[in-house]
């Protein structure tokens, strides 16, 4: 086997089969750091009640769902309340747009056949797919999942939706800050030759703390010149790109040993 990772070291974002990450980088002849920062993502059951009363009550012309988990958590808070009906009926009289096959499937396991269907699994590829749609003064539903999505608020407001109205059934506490601290020394210090993200969240959690801190720039500009940014896949590559990392390494299978072994294979090619 290579040994493309000899003398490399690198930072896994990640919180979960960390030692399974750490195990294949090793074995790749380097050595890594668990750097978490993806923080904690939680059912915000509070939240969808009022949430659901408001998308009855301003009936949205179009229904933009961007999980499948998200799906069936928003129409569980729904049966609860004795609405699920209601609010299907709803879905099947607007027009519905969704990113992603377990949303594509979610939809269809309501008897919902969406207008509009990405062509990449990503965002973007979303938003190619919308550009065609007729939203001006439209009033628009956008179930996200832990976090917001500026670039699809802005998109929907650029093309003319009167109102966006943001669905978030879950919730995301942000990772611990001493841990974000310490990779962004870390990051500037030059102790990484590579950081594996492995969810978009991992990404927004890094820049939002660096941004609070005035060092985006600074971090933007290590990604740039000397940190390879690592991506175990499309979702979590167009929220680096988002963040204005240009440069990133990530597999076509996306796993997360595949992912390492591709990093290991760029190093082989590339130092």
């Given at each position: 086997?290579?040994?493309?990772?000899?003398?490399?070291?690198?930072?896994?974002?990640?919180?979960?089969?960390?030692?399974?990450?750490?195990?294949?980088?090793?074995?790749?002849?380097?050595?890594?750091?668990?750097?978490?920062?993806?923080?904690?993502?939680?059912?915000?059951?509070?939240?969808?009640?009022?949430?659901?009363?408001?998308?009855?009550?301003?009936?949205?012309?179009?229904?933009?769902?961007?999980?499948?988990?998200?799906?069936?958590?928003?129409?569980?808070?729904?049966?609860?309340?004795?609405?699920?009906?209601?609010?299907?009926?709803?879905?099947?009289?607007?027009?519905?747009?969704?990113?992603?096959?377990?949303?594509?499937?979610?939809?269809?396991?309501?008897?919902?056949?969406?207008?509009?269907?990405?062509?990449?699994?990503?965002?973007?590829?979303?938003?190619?797919?919308?550009?065609?749609?007729?939203?001006?003064?439209?009033?628009?539903?956008?179930q996200l999942h832990g976090v917001r999505s500026p670039v699809l608020y802005d998109f929907l407001?650029?093309?003319?939706?009167?109102?966006?109205?943001?669905?978030?059934?879950?919730?995301?506490?942000?990772?611990?800050?001493?841990?974000?601290?310490?990779?962004?020394?870390?990051?500037?210090?030059?102790?990484?030759?590579?950081?594996?993200?492995?969810?978009?969240?991992?990404?927004?959690?890094?820049?939002?703390?660096?941004?609070?801190?005035?060092?985006?720039?600074?971090?933007?500009?290590?990604?740039?010149?000397?940190?390879?940014?690592?991506?175990?896949?499309?979702?979590?590559?167009?929220?680096?790109?988002?963040?204005?990392?240009?440069?990133?390494?990530?597999?076509?299978?996306?796993?997360?040993?595949?992912?390492?072994?591709?990093?290991?294979?760029?190093?082989?090619?590339?130092?």
């Amino acid at each position: 086997m290579a040994k493309g990772l000899a003398n490399k070291h690198v930072a896994v974002a990640a919180s979960r089969k960390t030692e399974e990450m750490i195990e294949i980088i090793e074995r790749q002849g380097g050595t890594a750091a668990v750097r978490s920062l993806q923080g904690t993502v939680f059912p915000a059951e509070d939240a969808l009640k009022p949430s659901i009363e408001e998308i009855l009550s301003s009936k949205p012309n179009w229904y933009i769902f961007t999980t499948g988990i998200g799906v069936k958590s928003l129409m569980g808070a729904a049966e609860e309340m004795g609405q699920k009906e209601m609010l299907t009926k709803h879905l099947k009289q607007a027009d519905v747009a969704v990113r992603g096959y377990k949303t594509f499937n979610a939809m269809k396991e309501l008897g919902v056949i969406p207008a509009v269907r990405d062509d990449d699994g990503t965002t973007r590829g979303l938003m190619r797919e919308l550009s065609g749609e007729d939203l001006e003064q439209k009033n628009v539903m956008v179930q996200l999942h832990g976090v917001r999505s500026p670039v699809l608020y802005d998109f929907l407001k650029q093309k003319g939706a009167a109102h966006v109205q943001e669905v978030l059934p879950y919730q995301h506490v942000e990772p611990d800050s001493q841990t974000v601290q310490l990779l962004c020394t870390e990051l500037k210090n030059g102790t990484y030759q590579a950081v594996c993200f492995t969810t978009a969240i991992q990404v927004h959690s890094l820049f939002r703390f660096a941004e609070k801190h005035q060092w985006a720039e600074d971090i933007r500009a290590v990604f740039a010149d000397q940190t390879t940014a690592v991506s175990v896949g499309k979702v979590t590559t167009e929220a680096l790109h988002e963040e204005g990392i240009d440069n990133v390494v990530a597999p076509e299978n996306e796993r997360m040993g595949a992912m390492i072994v591709a990093l290991s294979k760029y190093m082989e090619e590339t130092t």
